[in-house]
């Protein structure tokens, strides 16, 4: 059973430049859900995915948005990048039913300069 | 809007000795994580707590959890420097998770 992976792991970027972020789901999981965290803060929660379509959104601008594909891997995308968005993001995977945890992968640090 | 508070956010201990770390929500839920977070890594589930009077404990730490009084505590027993890290919880907020700000832990000899 393979856990969750997350790509790159690094990634420096130009403000207004635009992002992808990946994440494969844990084997089995069918719901991703992606985070924010920035320095000396808790995760902020960005958006979920269940089955393909958004199923959650927190406050977060819609030049935020993902995608998830058949096989429940996921992308996060951010355009017009800002310094704010410098952070370490990163995707959980779980089951939606019967709902379990999520599990973590190892996350994206995204330095916008 | 579901709120999680932690409390302190900052804590130097002595090794050997016990401390504990607090955790309020501001609105009713059924699962409450605590996390840990070594600097520029990711977080590692080490509890998850699901119904009241829930207690939970590996090696060192033991998580509660008073879903009445909206309070779940993490207490450290004799810590060590091991246990230096950013600790979280989590509250289950309908599917997405929300958190307390994190208490640094530091232990020191």
């Known amino acids: 059973e393979t856990g969750v992976t997350q790509s790159p792991t690094h990634l420096i970027k130009t403000r207004g430049q635009q992002v992808t972020l990946r994440c494969s789901s844990q084997?089995?999981?069918?719901?991703v859900s992606w985070y924010q965290q920035a320095l000396g803060q808790g995760p902020q929660f960005i958006f979920q995915?269940?089955?393909?379509?958004?199923?959650g959104r927190g406050n977060f601008p819609p030049r935020f948005s993902g995608l998830q594909f058949p096989n429940y891997s996921s992308e996060l995308n951010v355009n017009a990048l800002e310094l704010d968005d410098s952070a370490l993001y990163l995707c959980?995977?779980?089951?939606?039913?019967?709902?379990?945890?999520?599990?973590f992968g190892q996350g994206t640090r995204l330095t916008v300069v | 809007e579901l709120k999680v508070e932690q409390n302190p956010l900052f804590l130097s201990m002595q090794e050997g000795k016990n401390y504990t770390i607090y955790c309020n929500y501001s609105?009713?839920?059924?699962?409450l994580y605590w996390y840990r977070q070594d600097p520029g890594k990711s977080l590692e589930s080490l509890f998850v707590?699901?119904?009241?009077?829930a207690v939970k404990q590996e090696g060192r730490l033991m998580a509660s959890l008073d879903t009445k009084a909206r309070l779940s505590t993490l207490h450290i027993t004799a810590a060590v420097h091991d246990l230096s890290a950013t600790y979280f919880c989590?509250?289950?907020?309908?599917?997405?998770?929300?958190f307390g700000k994190g208490t640094k832990l530091s232990v020191k000899p």
């Open positions: 609105t009713t839920s059924d699962r």
């Open positions: 989590a509250v289950d907020g309908q599917g997405n998770l929300i």
């Open positions: 995915y269940y089955r393909e379509e958004e199923n």
């Open positions: 707590l699901l119904s009241n009077g």
């Open positions: 959980a995977s779980s089951l939606a039913f019967p709902r379990t945890e999520a599990f």
């Open positions: 084997s089995g999981h069918n719901t």
